[in-house]
């Protein structure tokens, strides 16, 4: 195993998550395969005609109060002559899976939060570092030239500040709220801006007194808890700016491994059908193993002859990839549920061993760790089977 102290990497380093939003994305997507659309107000969903809604519009057709989710024959009343399309999901996939691999150039680690939406893990920020303004403008550049699209970016030190910069910086922004600033940068917000409050919680907000974000801040946590209960709390948690979600990559782990094979001659004989088994037990470890998951739960999966299946089951004390437990368990199963089926005339075609009730070696549930705002703790996938250990320590 090789750890992060092997490498030279900073002792200290400050979060920077940057987000990134496509703007007016199935809109902008439309115009970009059709030139014609330019400067025209362009609607993206379902039929006006028919109850449909609007997934989106670009800015010429916001100008008339168009807005996602809005009935598409109200967008209609108010802009009759805006052009009215139905989306293509293969291509909108399309483009977002090329912006997302864009954006992977950059990360330590990416999630997608939605089909036009990225959170990305920078590297710490340390003295000498390359600025975040200059990855986010950079980034900025390469998706307009090598997709023809528009993203916003904005860059904090954890998700709730990168969000919210991106989403105030829109259109075409690029926005990077620098360590110690996001008191300045919250305090003008209106609440609404905050994830989680819509127009009823503003309502609610705005009876108490508060209508942007220096308005919770000068009532102070205690104030708050007495006049909204659990939601002064939460208000107050981001206010201030905490926020320390990880940046999870969404290739979670697998939820099962398995090894199986269809032979050319159907098994009929126990010996023969123990020595597969053995076999495919050895090769689903290493499977696991390649994947660093260890795994409660065996199953043995037999096809017969006439195409029925059979499974069985069977879960050990505690997590394993030892491939003599493993296939212990694979040949317990074979002994007590098939062995007494197998006969020449009801053979098995097919042999299969899978693993399930995973759970990864290094339990710690995220890819990358923070404590406090600083990186304590990376795991990359890379040339390197895996990196795992301390960054910084406590300031
Ligand atoms: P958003 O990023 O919320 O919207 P947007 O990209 O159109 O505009 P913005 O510049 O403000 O980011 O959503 C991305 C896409 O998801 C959007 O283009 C269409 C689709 N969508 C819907 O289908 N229904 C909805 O209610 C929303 C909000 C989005
Ligand atoms: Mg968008």
């Not at 399309?85 to 939605?114: G, I, T």
């Not at 708050?224 to 208000?235: C, N, P, T």
């Not at 006439?306 to 089951?313: A, I």
């Not at 600083?374 to 795992?388: I, S, T, W, Y």
């Amino acid at each position: 195993m090789v750890t992060l102290a092997h490498l030279p990497l900073p002792e200290h380093g400050f979060r920077r998550v940057l987000h990134c939003d496509l703007d007016c994305f199935f809109a902008a997507v439309e115009e970009l395969d059709d030139p014609t659309l330019a400067g025209k107000p362009v609607v993206v969903g379902g039929d006006p005609e028919r109850r449909g809604v609007v997934s989106t519009a670009n800015y010429a057709a916001r100008a008339f109060g168009i807005h996602s989710a809005m009935a598409a024959a109200l967008a209609k009343r108010r802009c009759p002559r805006a052009i009215f399309l139905r989306p293509r999901f293969e291509r909108y996939r399309e483009l977002s899976e090329r912006v997302m691999a864009l954006v992977d150039e950059y990360a330590v680690v990416r999630e997608r939060a939605s089909i036009d939406e990225a959170y990305v893990e920078l590297p710490p920020g340390v003295p000498g570092c390359r600025r975040a303004e200059v990855i986010a403008r950079e980034l900025k550049a390469r998706v307009r030239a090598e997709t023809g699209l528009v993203i916003s970016v904005g860059v904090g030190r954890n998700k709730l500040i990168a969000k919210l910069a991106s989403d105030c910086s829109k259109p075409d922004g690029c926005l990077v709220v620098r360590p110690g600033t996001e008191e300045a940068f919250l305090r003008p917000l209106p609440v609404g801006r905050l994830p989680g409050v819509g127009p009823h919680a503003q309502a609610t907000l705005a009876t108490a007194g508060i209508v942007t974000i220096a308005d919770a801040l000068t009532l102070g946590p205690e104030p708050l808890r007495q006049r909204l209960g659990r939601m002064g709390d939460w208000l107050w948690r981001l206010a201030t700016a905490q926020d320390d979600r990880p940046v999870v990559s969404e290739h979670g782990p697998p939820k099962s491994i398995s090894r199986e094979r269809t032979y050319q001659r159907d098994i009929a004989a126990v010996e023969r059908a123990a020595a597969e088994i053995r076999q495919l037990a050895e090769r689903v470890t290493r499977d696991a193993e390649a994947e660093r998951m260890l795994a409660r739960t065996i199953t043995l999966k037999i096809k017969w002859y006439d195409f029925s299946l059979t499974t069985r089951q069977r879960s050990l004390p505690s997590a394993t990839r030892e491939p003599a437990v493993i296939a212990e368990a694979a040949l317990a199963l074979l002994h007590e549920h098939i062995a007494p089926l197998l006969r020449p005339d009801h053979a098995a075609r097919l042999l299969g061993v899978g693993l399930s009730g995973l759970r990864p070696e290094h339990d710690d549930g995220a890819d990358a760790v923070y404590a406090h705002g600083e990186l304590v703790q990376l795991r990359l996938f890379g040339d390197e089977p895996a990196l795992v250990g301390i960054i910084a320590g406590s300031r």
